[in-house]
């Protein structure tokens, strides 16, 4: 197995951002770029290993306000009623500006363009930088995520109740709610590695963790709007991956992410939920690789 480089920082967007690199260095770029509250350590190493050895310069890195890449303190903490609402004049920033942060990044690794992966918000701010900057997207994968349309891919109750309860300062509360998080939002279908996720949230703690910058985040999301109409003028590969038990966004995020992007495809996994299992790693990548042929990438076009 392939390993991650040392964590760097690069200047982006006016903030600093951590992240780190595997894979040949005139590999084909490709950017991962992770959900709410979740450090690149959200994408497994053994996930990037397989990437990389298929001929993919795998960079995963921290959005601002997560891990080691800047907080934005100084904003605050936005209320849960603007939050909702998705009230825009109270959002420290919005989802254009994580896309800006990736592009900054971009431009340091000293990268015309690049393949892009996102899951979750990732896939939501993926979906921006084409929207805004498509000349510089190769190809696109969107997972487990959806169009900012309100009443699309909406959580159940209890993944709703999940995604708003208090984040522990203590490290061993912070390790049990993450178990407890992934026990609701996680795929039924497949095992769940409890050991994993436990070793990751712990990790997550040690690099820094800030329940304010979650809130910033989450509410950049509620107050970026609806993508739809530039997903449709999008004229690029892409892909849209999403598991069908998924309760955090709901499988309906993904078909209209789909039906949005012209000629997009649509690969629903049965038993998948709102992660990323070991066993479906393998399925990811073919995924990946293939929209990266068809934009003339890795492999052999389709």
């Not at 431009?107 to 892009?116: E, K, N, R």
């Not at 070793?199 to 040690?206: E, K, N």
């Not at 892909?239 to 966004?249: A, E, F, K, S, Y």
């Amino acid at each position: 197995m392939l390993e991650f480089g040392e964590e760097l920082f690069a200047p982006a967007n006016g903030l600093e951002l951590c992240y780190q690199e595997m894979g040949e260095p005139d590999g084909e770029p490709l950017l991962l770029v992770m959900g709410l509250a979740t450090q690149l350590l959200g994408w497994d190493e053994r996930f990037c290993s397989l990437l990389a050895e298929r001929g993919f310069r795998v960079v995963r890195f921290d959005n601002r306000d997560i891990g080691r890449s800047t907080k934005l303190d100084g904003a605050g903490v936005p209320s849960l009623l603007d939050t909702l609402g998705g009230r825009r004049a109270s959002a420290a920033y919005l989802l254009r500006d994580m896309a800006a942060d990736a592009f900054g990044l971009i431009d340091h690794l000293g990268w015309d363009s690049a393949h892009i992966v996102g899951a979750s918000m990732g896939g939501m701010i993926v979906q921006t930088m084409a929207i805004e900057r498509p000349q510089r997207v190769r190809s696109l994968v969107s997972m487990m995520s959806t169009t900012g349309a309100r009443w699309i891919g909406t959580p159940t109750a209890k993944a709703f109740s999940v995604l708003f309860s208090k984040r522990p300062t203590d490290r061993e509360a912070f390790i049990e709610r993450g178990v407890n998080t992934f026990r609701v939002i996680g795929s039924p279908g497949y095992p769940f590695d409890e050991q994993h996720v436990r070793d990751v949230a712990g990790r997550s703690f040690d690099r820094g963790q800030s329940a304010a910058g979650v809130a910033r985040q989450l509410h950049a999301i509620t107050a970026s709007g609806d993508r739809t109409a530039g997903l449709e003028g999008l004229s690029l590969p892409a892909t849209v991956i999403h598991g069908n038990r998924d309760p955090l966004v709901r499988p309906s995020g993904g078909r209209a992410t789909a039906a949005a992007i012209p000629g997009a495809r649509l690969k629903l996994i049965d038993g998948m939920g709102h992660d990323l299992p070991r066993e479906l790693h393998p399925t990811f990548a073919d995924e990946i690789e293939a929209v990266a042929a068809r934009a003339g990438g890795v492999g052999q076009p389709t």
